[in-house]
Nanobody, 120 residues
Framework: QVQLVESGGGLVQPGGSLRLSCAASGSIFSIIDMGWYRQAPGKQRELVGTVTGGGSTSYADSVKGRFTVSRDNAKNTVSLQMNNLKPEDTAVYYC??????????????WGQGTQVTVSS
């Protein structure tokens, strides 16, 4: 069984910064990528940013230049540094792990979500 534990959400003023972290534990065979998604009230869950095992990153256009996703492969952790936060970044942020299992089956896991609120 795999578990994802997120931390680092909270309330921040516009223009401020927050850092989210996610630690994966359990039977992890071969990670494809890890990353972050978010879901605002009344909206669908959307990609924020992901990073592959080789270090390639992808971001939503709305966060490019402000957010940075990074991984520690040895510790199976992924972080999201969020700078210059805007009210429209307010959402529940979810960590996602995309991995192969021991029989090379594709497996996807989600964290429980952490609230980020940007407000003055």
């Amino acid at each position: 069984q795999v578990q994802l534990v997120e931390s680092g959400g909270g309330l921040v003023q516009p223009g401020g910064s927050l850092r989210l972290s996610c630690a994966a534990s359990g039977s992890i065979f071969s990670i494809i990528d890890m990353g972050w998604y978010r879901q605002a009230p009344g909206k669908q869950r959307e990609l924020v940013g992901t990073v592959t095992g080789g270090g390639s990153t992808s971001y939503a256009d709305s966060v490019k230049g402000r957010f940075t996703v990074s991984r520690d492969n040895a510790k199976n952790t992924v972080s999201l540094q969020m700078n210059n936060l805007k009210p429209e970044d307010t959402a529940v942020y979810y960590c996602k792990l995309d991995t192969y299992g021991s029989r090379w089956q594709r497996l996807i896991y989600w964290g429980q979500g952490t609230q980020v609120t940007v407000s003055s």
